[in-house]
C-alpha cells in the first residue's frame, strides 16, 4: 500500500512538474499594456497569408505616448495548442521567411504555446523600437 502511495505521488509530483501553462492571445496582449504599450486590434490583417500550422496571427498595433510613428509597429500573436506546435509553427515561419526577399526581416518572440512575430518599422539590422517591452512582456508570461 505503501508502494502504491509513493509510486502515485512520484508519477503526480512528475505530471505537475511537466505541464505547461498555455497562454491566450489576451494573455500576451495584458502583458504588453503592462509594459507601458498601447494595444490595438487590427480587424482588416493583410497578413492572411501568414498562416502557421492552419492558425492565423491575431494582428495588433502597438504604441506608446512616448514614440509615435507614421506607419505602425505591428505584432502577430500566434497562439498554438501546445509549445510543440509553436515549435513547428516556427520552423514553418523560418521556411516561408527562406523563399522571400523582403527589406523588412521581423524580430519572433516565443514563450510556451505563444508565438510573437514584431514587425518593426525600422531598418534592416537595427533593434525594434519596443524590442525590450516585448522581451518583458514575454518573460513575464514565462515566469
Known sequence: MKLK?????MFMFAASGCSMKSHTSRDVLIEIEKQGLDVAYISDSPFEEWQL???????????SQKVKFELPE???VYIFKSEEERAEGRK????KMAMLNMNI????YE???ALLIYWSNVKLGQQPVYD???TNA?????K
Not at 53 to 63: D, F, K
Not at 92 to 95: G, L, N, T
Not at 105 to 108: E, N, R, T
Open 53 to 63: 500550422r492552419g492558425i492565423e496571427p491575431e494582428m495588433i498595433s502597438v504604441q
Open 92 to 95: 514553418e515561419f523560418d521556411d
Open 111 to 113: 514563450g510556451n504555446n
Open 138 to 142: 514575454i518573460e513575464n508570461l514565462n
Open 5 to 9: 502511495f509513493l509510486i502515485l505521488f
Open 132 to 134: 525590450d517591452q516585448i
Open 74 to 76: 505591428v505584432i502577430g
Open 105 to 108: 526581416i521581423p524580430k519572433l
